[in-house]
């Protein structure tokens, strides 16, 4: 990464006679450096303005929308500019890579992971950029983002090439494709997962989420192909942009057939255009998680024998129907955080039962208001016994996201603001073969409370309880 200011400015039209090698590129001021590129951007809540000067102290070149000064450069348009400037600057990492994006409202995180065991199983290091974490060879890099800032992604896609990765699993938020994180990544698969809806306290309407969603499309290599669950109707609308470029996998009319699909406590099998599959997970949205990986072996040429070996040996994966036995009663831990998530769960956990389900589940804080009734609703249709608590309050008060999620419910349920005595309630309640189900925060170890993150996992509350709990 040996490139001059002046040649990495001229990129994009920036005037500038500096022939110092840039070191590095960020729009962090705490990681820059002496002559590294900082990228003073306006962000949603701070504006990269009042980071300039602690930048310039540092020695480092300042690229921003305003006027010139020394040592800082204007660009009307930064984030145009980054997708170009960081391109150059780590020699267009994408092109050596095999690149994978997985979007959609549910289902990134379980896509993105049964990918991954499958290439390993392959042989082909992989790393996973997706909720929570960074994960290649032995590294396990924590973000708060699902998709975090494109100087970071470009740094990692970097090392990802360095460190001999055949590729890159990422998970693709609609926030990063509004924000143009992505925009110096090109990939050669698309999985649209599905679309629901979410973060209407970022997009407004479903129309402007669904519209974000479907722009990733644009991110195709000349050879890529986006994979499509085709009996989610709310995906039809990328046919009119990409119909050469799209296959599409359903029970229905679909270039992919799934058939002869079964669901049972012990697993899962399907047929794959005639072709039989047998997996170790639970729910009918696993058999369409792991087909649309299918797509992804058979572009590698992997052969039939070798996918349908792989599939057998897949794992759940954690924080996702994470299933636990205890003196004939069961505990499921899941991430679902959306309506449509919670109830494809609860429906998957219903056909399983013998007895009760017992639901735990709430709303994060300073996020869609309007999913908490919602989840609320489909959580009393369910559930047997009802527990809502907090998730992540984050800003607001505990008390008033559950009583924006209760005011229009009808039926019984309990209320518990304290996540870990819901979780007691549940644990010490429970009767043989019931099952619980805590919903909403999965394999996530901390909890958001008041710009404070504490440490919070629902699996060692579960440890705990157990522990402590006579039956």
């Not at 400037?85 to 994978?100: G, Q, T």
């Not at 790393?127 to 994960?135: A, C, D, L, N, Y």
């Not at 039989?276 to 792991?290: D, K, M």
Request: glycine share 6%; charged share 25%.
């Amino acid at each position: 990464m040996t490139i001059k200011l002046a040649k990495l400015l001229a990129m994009i039209d920036v005037p500038c006679q500096d022939e110092r090698i840039v070191a590095g590129i960020s729009d962090d001021s705490r990681q820059i450096e002496k002559d590294w590129l900082f990228l003073a951007r306006k962000g949603t809540q701070d504006n990269g303005e009042q980071y300039v000067n602690e930048a310039l102290v540092k020695g480092a070149v300042v690229l921003w929308e305003q006027k010139p000064c020394p040592n800082c450069y204007q660009c009307r348009d930064i984030t145009a500019a980054q997708a170009v400037i960081l391109r150059a600057f780590y020699h267009d990492p994408c092109r050596h890579l095999h690149v994978i994006g997985v979007t959609g409202t549910n289902g990134k995180t379980s896509i993105s992971n049964l990918l991954a065991q499958m290439l390993t199983a392959l042989g082909k290091k992989t790393m996973v950029i997706g909720t929570g974490h960074i994960r290649y060879e032995d590294h396990d890099i924590p973000i708060d983002n699902t998709t975090p800032s494109a100087c970071t992604l470009a740094y990692y896609f970097h090392a990802a090439q360095e460190t001999g990765c055949f590729g890159v699993i990422m998970e693709v938020s609609s926030h990063a494709i509004d924000q143009k994180r992505i925009g110096f990544i090109r990939f050669d698969e698309i999985i649209y997962t599905n679309i629901a809806s979410d973060h209407l306290d970022y997009h407004i309407t479903r129309t402007h989420y669904q519209y974000t969603k479907l722009k990733l499309r644009n991110y195709l290599k000349r050879t890529g192909i986006i994979i499509v669950n085709h009996d989610d109707s709310s995906l039809h609308p990328l046919y009119q942009f990409h119909d050469r470029k799209i296959v599409t996998i359903g029970q229905g009319q679909a270039h992919l057939q799934l058939s002869k699909c079964e669901v049972r406590a012990t697993g899962s099998t399907f047929c794959l255009q005639q072709e039989a599959y047998t997996i170790p997970l639970l729910g009918f949205h696993n058999i369409v998680n792991t087909a649309q990986c299918l797509v992804v072996l058979q572009r590698l040429h992997v052969s039939l024998a070798q996918r349908q070996q792989i599939t057998s040996r897949l794992h759940s994966v954690s924080g996702r129907m994470e299933c636990h036995e205890w003196c004939d009663r069961y505990i499921v831990i899941d991430y679902a955080h959306t309506a449509s998530s919670l109830q494809t769960l609860l429906h998957t956990v219903d056909e399983m039962k013998e007895k009760r389900m017992l639901v735990i589940c709430g709303c994060g804080g300073d996020r869609d208001r309007t999913k908490r009734s919602k989840m609320a609703e489909i959580a009393v249709t369910y559930g047997d016994i009802v527990i809502f608590t907090s998730d992540n309050p984050r800003n607001e008060y505990p008390a008033d996201i559950l009583k924006d999620m209760t005011v229009q419910i009808k039926g019984d349920y309990e209320v518990f603001e304290n996540r870990f005595y819901a979780i007691k309630y549940a644990v010490k309640i429970a009767q043989e073969h019931d099952i619980i189900v805590i919903a909403g925060k999965g394999d996530e170890v901390f909890q958001y409370m008041n710009d404070k993150k504490y440490p919070f996992s629902d699996r060692e509350c579960v440890r705990q309880v157990l522990k402590d709990v006579k039956l």
